[in-house]
Each structure stands twice: as C-alpha cells, then as structure tokens.
C-alpha cells in the first residue's frame, strides 16, 4: 500500500477534519496517510488553537526550534518509509532541504503544500529568494487557492504539477450549532452583556498586529458618531489581549469575550450583521459566511490567499487601509437593510462553495496524481537501467 507522510509544524484544530477525511477517502483508494506534527511552539501555544489526531492518522514528533524561527523535526523513518512527502512552502521547515536532496536523486517524490508567495509584512529579501528557489526543487505543489496558480507557473512550477485544493475549514459544525440557536436565546444573551437595540459588529480571530485591531477600534469610534447604537464584539485571545481588555473596560459598547469555541462561538456570531476584520484575512472568512455575515477588511498586502472569497459589493467590502474609508463603507451598509440583506445572502451562498469535502477530494485528486508520476518516474528508470 503506497505511504503518503504529511508534515506540519503543529496540529491546528481545524486541520483535524480534513486529515481525518482525508486518511477515509485515500484508505478506500489503497492508499496510507501519516500525518506527522509537533507541539505548539510561541504564539500558537498562547492562542491554544491546537489539536490532536487519532494514533492511526497522526504521529507527535518532537519539534526542535532554532531562534524560535526554524523548526528541526526529526523523521528521518517516516520518510523513508513514505512514497510522497508533502511539507509546507514556509521557510521554517528545516528538513526541506533534505527533501529536495532527496527529490533531485529521484529517491523520493516531494510536494509543497502552501500559499505560494510570502505574505508577512517584515520578511527579508533573503527569505522571498529561499521561498522561490524551494519552488525549483518541489516534484509537485498543492496551493491554498487559484490565486497562487500565476506566482507558481511564473516561478517555473508546471502548470500540470499544480493542485489547488481551496483552502477550507470544517463549517457544517458551525452551520449546525448556529441553526441550533433561536432568536430568543440571541436577544437573552444580548441582554446580559447590556448590547442594545441597534447593529452589531464582530471580530472572530487573534489578537495580534498584523490583524489590525487599533484600527478596528478607530474605525468603530467613527461608526458609532453616525450610528450611535453601534455595538462591537471581540472574540479571540493573543499578545494584544490585554489591550483589548482595557479598551473595553473604557469603552462599554466595547464588548472583549474571550476566546470561544463550539456553540458559544456560534451564539457570538448569531448576535452578529457583520463581520469586521480590516487586518490580515485568513480562513476567518468562512467562519464569516458560514454565518451569512458579510466581511469588511482593507486592500492590504499581507493578506493570506482566502482573501480571493471575498467580492467586494457582493458578500463583502474591502476598502484602502484609511480609517474613515473604512468607516464609511461600514455606515453605508449597516444604513441600508437591503444592501446588508443581499450581502448576507451572497456570503452564504459564497459559503457553500469551499467546503472542508470538496478540499479534502481536491487533495486526494492530487495525491493521486503525485503518486502516479512516481510510477512513471520509475518506470522510467528500470527501463534505463535495463537498456544498458
């Protein structure tokens, strides 16, 4: 039964449906999954967002941080024993560079799994070079959505060695718990935390710089001078916790809640029209229009690749980073019921197109792919072998 190993720095508790799904769908294709991972290192660990895999799927190796920027994990058996790894893009992966040593030998099929070009704001010039030239070295390349396709072909990836899986989370739990809750039990939950009558914004996510939150604070304040019952909710944990703590204490339309998870989660974004995030968009948005909330953020640089799900002026808005554009764009919306209506309804229907099934089959297509240009590649050489 070919082997495919998959590493990741940690487990993240979103990524648990799809190995879990994954592993089903590829064991009825004869195929065998490991999953191999460390344990939360830095923000990660402070966030607590992590999770765990079944034994049979998963494999928690001991992960080895060098300035807290690289990561050696030691899988020297796993790899051997596998007939495709798949690693991610990032530069921390210091066992990459033993992959593409492997791969250039033709010892081994190697794959990246990643969203193409550097997003951080505070990378060096050094870092984006590394990231392209892994590029040259990878067999095969799974990208996070179509928008990396061009970065990939324009870096010398083929374009028939590129697999856009359509980075996606688990939300039929999320659909489930929100459907689950009534319109009573949202005005009782609004009442214990004194909200008002009036719109209500929500930011879902962790509190740390590159998601923008003294902007969001900013751009709140403004709202509030043309809509006096404005009403914002923070969700989530992070280095900027404590800020946002403080902001809330003084500001009591403010209202911080903590990191939440499950139903609560969903109560929180039920209470919710919009969805305000004018930093960083990651997998954020589907939470967004799983819970047919529109999402507002600004045409920054560092965005991450799921930032392509949003339309602007149909399941949401994105403005230049100016606080009051922001501002604007929030009271124009929240001014009209039905311009938020039809926003509502499209961040749905956007919602039922990237689902955690059809990220899971598109990584499974792949993987089959990669899996049968190692065949090729050795039957290949057995032949040359056997012409001399």
């Keep these: 039964m070919p082997t495919v190993l998959i590493i990741q720095a940690q487990m993240k508790h979103y990524r648990v449906p799809l190995f879990t799904r994954l592993f089903e769908t590829l064991r009825r294709d004869g195929i065998d999954l490991r999953v191999a991972y460390s344990a939360p290192h830095g923000l990660h660990g402070i966030v607590r967002d992590a999770g765990d895999l079944p034994s049979q799927i998963g ?40 992959l593409f040593l492997l791969s250039a030998l033709q010892l081994k099929t190697v794959a990246l799994w990643g969203l193409g070009p550097c997003m951080e704001e505070d990378q060096s010039r050094m870092s984006h070079w590394l990231r392209e030239k892994a590029l040259s070295a990878t067999d095969w390349y799974f990208g996070y959505t179509r928008g990396v396709v061009p970065y990939l072909t324009q870096h010398g990836v083929s374009a028939d060695r590129i697999t ?76 900027d916790r404590t800020w946002v703590e403080e902001v809330a204490t003084a500001n009591p339309w403010v209202h911080y809640l903590g990191q939440k998870f499950g139903r609560e989660k969903a109560l929180a974004l039920r209470m919710a029209d919009i969805f ?113």
């Design 59 to 98: 494999e928690e190796v001991k992960g080895h941080w060098l300035a807290g920027r690289v990561i050696y994990q030691p899988l020297w058996r796993e790899i051997a024993r596998a007939d495709l790894v798949i690693s991610g893009h990032e530069n921390k992966y210091l066992m990459n560079a033993w």
């Design 164 to 239: 856009v899986v359509q980075n996606a989370v688990d939300t039929g739990e999320l659909r489930k718990n929100l459907e689950s809750i009534s319109a009573n039990e949202v005005e009782q939950e609004k009442a214990r935390l004194g909200i008002p009558t009036g719109p209500v914004g929500i930011y879902c996510g962790i509190l740390e710089p590159t998601k923008h939150v003294p902007f969001l604070i900013d751009a709140a304040r403004l709202v509030r001078q043309r809509i006096p019952g404005f009403q914002l909710l923070v969700v989530g944990s992070g280095p």
């Design 276 to 388: 305000v995030l004018p930093g960083r968009v990651g997998l954020a948005i589907l939470d967004s229009f799983a819970a047919g909330l529109p999402l507002f953020t600004t045409d920054l640089t560092i965005h991450g690749p799921e930032a392509s799900y949003l339309i602007d002026g149909y399941n949401g808005r994105k403005t230049v980073h100016r606080v009051q554009a922001y501002a604007d764009a929030v009271v124009e919306v929240l001014k009209s019921p039905s311009l938020l209506e039809r926003l509502r309804q499209s961040a749905r229907a956007t919602a039922s197109e990237y689902t955690i099934e059809a990220m899971a089959e598109n990584f499974r297509h792949g993987i089959k792919q990669c899996l049968a240009l190692r065949g090729s590649t050795a039957q290949m050489a057995s032949a040359s072998v056997l012409s001399e």
